[in-house]
């Protein structure tokens, strides 16, 4: 009896702790490299794991949001992938440098041209985007996953604040508060400041310089003259 508890105890507790330790299912997230400041620039990379045991992930496709296009938007190149960049007509233009932009990329697609992600894996697919929309805190990123087996997976779940995580939640991305820096003008003004200090230290030494020069000349030509008087002057004696 005490071994059949104890055995029973022991199975309970091993399930247990198999529960506990199951790894939770990833999905496909995006993260800046530093910081993707509202109004700025920043590359982005989208992490695609693998998460079947029987298959590999051959294509990629990221949906950019509609309702907040991006002007700007450069793949990185990644080995073993060949990339698609969709645009399309936008209902209201971008302006972007002083000039209007009336087309925005909508979509990237990777496709793999090799094996692609096989099981246990994740690839990294970065992502170039600016200037980044200054009327919203984040960005939602449709993205589809397709299988060599030919299943697809849809993260296209948008988060809601207070409830639970969806089954395919989207890539969300995090915008932090503008600043200065990103726009241009702090650090303009900082370099203006800085020149305007540094000409006027040249031009105020430039002058002590001069004084000082034009200071030592006179003292020669004084002393010479001293002196031409003083020969001139034995020289009338002498006679």
Do not use: C
């Not at 508890?5 to 330790?21: C, D, K, Y």
Request: no cysteine; proline share 6%.
């Amino acid at each position: 009896m005490k071994a059949s508890r104890i055995a029973a105890a022991a199975a309970v507790a091993g399930t247990a702790v198999l529960t506990l330790s199951a790894p939770a299912f990833a999905h496909v997230s995006v993260q800046p490299e530093g910081t993707a400041a509202k109004g700025g620039y920043a590359v982005v990379d989208f992490k695609v794991p693998n998460e079947r045991d029987n298959a590999s992930t051959t294509k990629v496709e990221v949906n950019l949001p509609a309702d907040h296009p991006v002007a700007s938007v450069m793949p990185q190149s990644v080995p073993g992938w060949k990339v698609e960049v969709t645009k399309a007509k936008l209902d209201k233009p971008l302006t972007m440098h002083g000039e209007k932009i009336d087309e925005a990329v909508t979509k990237v697609t990777w496709t793999a041209d090799g094996k692609g992600i096989e099981p246990g894996y994740f690839q990294k697919f970065p992502l170039s985007l600016g200037a980044l929309p200054e009327n919203t805190d984040e960005l939602v990123f449709k993205a589809i996953q397709t299988y060599s087996n030919k299943e697809v997976v849809r993260w296209i779940e948008v988060p809601q604040e207070g409830q639970d995580e969806p089954e395919n939640p989207a890539p969300v991305l995090e915008l932090s508060a503008a600043t200065d820096d990103h726009h241009g003008s702090g650090a303009a003004e900082k370099t203006a400041e800085k020149t305007e200090k540094t000409a006027a230290a040249d031009s105020g030494s430039g002058s002590d310089t001069t004084a000082r020069v034009l200071g030592v000349v006179g003292i020669v030509i004084g002393v010479a003259g001293v002196a031409y008087g003083v020969l001139a002057g034995r020289r009338r004696t002498t006679a």
